[in-house]
């Protein structure tokens, strides 16, 4: 079996007391989005938000909080977001997505998601874990996390099209139980 790494870094992430918020929610869940966002207006009001276009002026429209709108999520706006968070503008997303509706920008959502993982930007994909972003004690206080990198150990089997990743953490042998062998090198 042919083994590819793939090597990424997060360098000493730091994100302020005032967090970069992006709001993002597909059709059949924006008006849980704006549910959601009315309730918790005290807490986003302290924070700088961004979101896509209808989703941003719906929460606007019912909250009066500012939101900078970007695209549509079709037109782009899913890209804007994710350049965003590799630039270090965004400290973390809520994305209400709809996973039982076919997007014509699967791809892009997908892209940000990865995008997220890969910069370890905390992403909440429902209603439940954007609670628990929010309420974390993180919400009215500073974080900062140590330079990481990160390797990740594909494994290509040759009789087979897809990628699998290699998860016997011990060793590489080529054993795959269905979860990344991460190397992980903190620096001080």
Not at 48 to 60: D, H, M, N, P, W
Not at 115 to 130: E, F, L, Q, S
Request: with cysteine; glycine share 6%.
């Amino acid at each position: 079996m042919e083994q590819q790494k793939y090597t990424y870094s997060t360098v000493g992430k730091h994100i302020g007391k005032q967090k970069h918020i992006a709001l993002i929610a597909h059709d059949n869940k924006k008006s849980e989005m704006v549910e959601w966002a009315d309730q918790n207006k005290e807490v986003l009001q302290k924070h700088f938000l961004c979101g896509t276009s209808t989703t941003a002026g719906l929460i606007t429209e019912r909250t009066h909080l500012p939101i900078i709108a970007l695209k549509s999520g079709p037109l782009g706006g899913d890209q804007q977001i994710g350049s965003r968070i590799v630039e270090g503008d965004i400290d973390f997303v809520v994305f209400f997505w709809d996973p039982l509706e076919s997007q014509p920008h699967d791809p892009d959502i997908k892209a940000l998601l990865r995008i997220a993982v890969v910069y370890d930007v905390p992403i909440a994909t429902n209603r439940a874990t954007a609670d628990f972003l929010l309420t974390s004690h993180y919400m009215d206080s500073e974080y900062r996390l140590e330079d990481i990198t990160s390797t990740i150990h594909l494994v290509q089997k040759a009789d087979e099209d897809e990628a699998e990743f290699d998860t016997d953490n011990d060793t590489n042998d080529g054993v795959n139980d269905g979860i990344i062998d991460e190397e992980i090198n903190c620096h001080e």
